[in-house]
């Protein structure tokens, strides 16, 4: 069984930055690709960031792009999402999502392809 915890949400005025960490609580991250997804209320929980196990491949939704940036320390058994310039519609809770996989280099991008969930962690961004 692994466990995830989500940690880093808060308050930020709209342009600032937050840096959320996901960690594992019983069990390490190693052979899984991790991936960090949101939900605002009343609406689908979608894809952010994910990365690979190797940390070789990482992939972003559009309207993240060029703004955050998912990274790991698997000796720290800790995933990363940096995010910057953040905008009143980055305003969800975020969760971190991981899944254990034969290929080292593969990072899912849907929310079936997950198993394991963290509990979510709130990100506001005011405007």
């Known amino acids: 069984q692994v466990q995830v915890v989500e940690s880093g949400g808060g308050l930020v005025q709209v342009g600032g930055s937050l840096r959320l960490s996901c960690a594992a609580s019983t069990r390490t991250f190693k052979g899984y690709a991790t991936g960090w997804f949101r939900q605002a209320p009343g609406n689908e929980r979608d894809f952010v960031a994910a990365i690979s196990w190797s940390g070789g491949s990482t992939d972003y939704a559009d309207s993240v792009k060029g703004r955050f940036t998912i990274s790991r320390d698997n000796a720290k058994n800790t995933v990363y999402l940096q995010m910057n310039s953040l905008k009143p519609e980055d305003t969800a809770v975020y969760y971190c999502?991981?899944?254990?996989?034969?290929?080292?280099?593969?990072?899912?991008?849907?929310?079936?392809?997950?198993?394991?969930w963290g509990q979510g962690t709130q990100v506001t961004v005011s405007s």
């Open positions: 999502a991981a899944v254990f996989t034969i290929d080292s280099d593969y990072a899912p991008q849907l929310r079936r392809e997950y198993r394991y």
